[in-house]
């Protein structure tokens, strides 16, 4: 079913470019009538075909030259008709969302019926659209061709050239709007902060519980000599423990107490490591997580105008970013084209 399918659409198509084919053709012929006509009203011209061909241009200008616009109207006649079978073809077929899309779909061959001058050389997109449905059949291979390369490089380079030049108006349009606006930082920490105080304050409590858990695991033999070596320091500078150390056994005792405080002190912090899953410690963490986001937000007119500075800043070096057209660096000899796979 899917294969009758394909072959019925393959040959709807096959149609629809013999049918392209012979417009394309009759568009052909005339553009080709239009740039001969237009230049056998230059004198020069229509006086060197006077005398090299005296029949033909007898015959030229009696029948096509003073019947030029009946002529072009004939051809317009079968353009209309094209553009009018196209349109219902587009209707049964669903093409688009709503029945009048066709004709801004395809400007170019309405615009092309028009019988005036400036009109007239629209009917060359047609062989466009040509290129395109033989694409699709397979018959041709446009990505082939060095032209294509050419074009294709060209059009990226306008599109990305223009993108940027929107791209810098806006940020310059949104560095205006930040130094008028006089609320700007009052209205990101109350509208797009403040908002999501909760989800804030879960994530820095998850990662200040995070932060110590993996530190004391990481270097829990560092923080334990780092803890010995203050109790002992601290115990060798006591006068008393000084005076201890002086009495018959002291030294040992002196030891004994620098050992169970030092151990002590190991037994606390992995106590304290431990504890870092209990409802105390999260309880803990919220609180000096919420303390921390009061102290973040907290607002005046140096933290207005810094926080405006910044962004002022930020949006800066994204505009020279932009403007730094790094598609200028790779203009160069093109590509020979890659054969298709």
């Known amino acids: ?9 393959r040959s709807l198509d096959g149609l629809h470019a013999a049918w392209e084919t012979f417009i394309v053709l009759l568009v052909c012929i005339n553009l080709g009538l239009i740039l001969f006509d237009s230049l056998f009203i230059v004198q020069p011209i229509n006086q060197m075909f006077a005398s090299w061909l005296p029949g033909l241009h007898r015959q030229y200008e009696t029948i096509v030259h003073r019947n030029f616009q009946l002529i072009d109207l004939c051809f317009v006649a079968v353009f209309i008709l094209d553009v009018i079978l196209g349109w219902t073809v587009a209707l049964f077929e669903r093409r688009y969302a709503r029945w009048y899309y066709y004709p801004f779909a395809h400007w170019y061959d309405v615009l092309g019926c028009i019988p005036l001058s400036g009109f007239r050389w629209l009917r060359v997109l047609r062989v466009g659209s040509l290129l395109i449905r033989l694409q699709r059949l397979g018959l041709i ?19 990305e050239e223009l993108a940027d030049r929107v791209m810098v108006r806006l940020f310059s349009r949104l560095q205006q709007e930040i130094g008028a606006s006089d609320d700007l930082s ?11 105080k909760e989800r804030l304050l879960n994530d820095l409590s998850r990662r200040l519980q995070g932060m110590l858990e993996s530190g004391y695991r990481d270097h829990r033999g560092a923080i334990e000599g780092y803890v010995g070596g203050l109790i002992h320091q601290a115990l060798a500078n006591n006068p008393e423990v000084a005076s201890l150390r002086r009495l018959p056994l002291g030294g040992r005792v002196a030891d004994t107490l620098d050992e169970a405080l030092a151990d002590i002190a190991a037994r606390l912090l992995q106590g304290a490591a431990d504890g870092l899953q209990s409802p105390q410690f999260q309880r803990l963490a919220r609180s000096l997580a919420d303390e921390f986001f009061e ?19 930020v949006i800066e070096v994204l505009k020279q970013q932009v403007l730094d057209r790094r598609w200028s660096r790779f203009v160069g000899p093109i590509q020979p084209p890659t054969p298709p796979g």
């Not at 209205?187 to 797009?192: I, K």
């Open 295 to 313: 102290a973040w937000v907290y607002q005046d007119e140096d933290t207005d105008l810094a926080l405006e500075e910044l962004l002022v800043d």
């Open 1 to 9: 079913m899917a294969e009758r399918a394909a072959d019925q659409r």
């Open 186 to 196: 009052r209205r990101l920490l109350q509208e797009v902060v403040r908002p999501r």
């Open 141 to 159: 291979d446009i990505r082939s061709w060095a032209v294509y390369g050419l074009v294709k490089r060209y059009y990226l380079m306008l599109l």
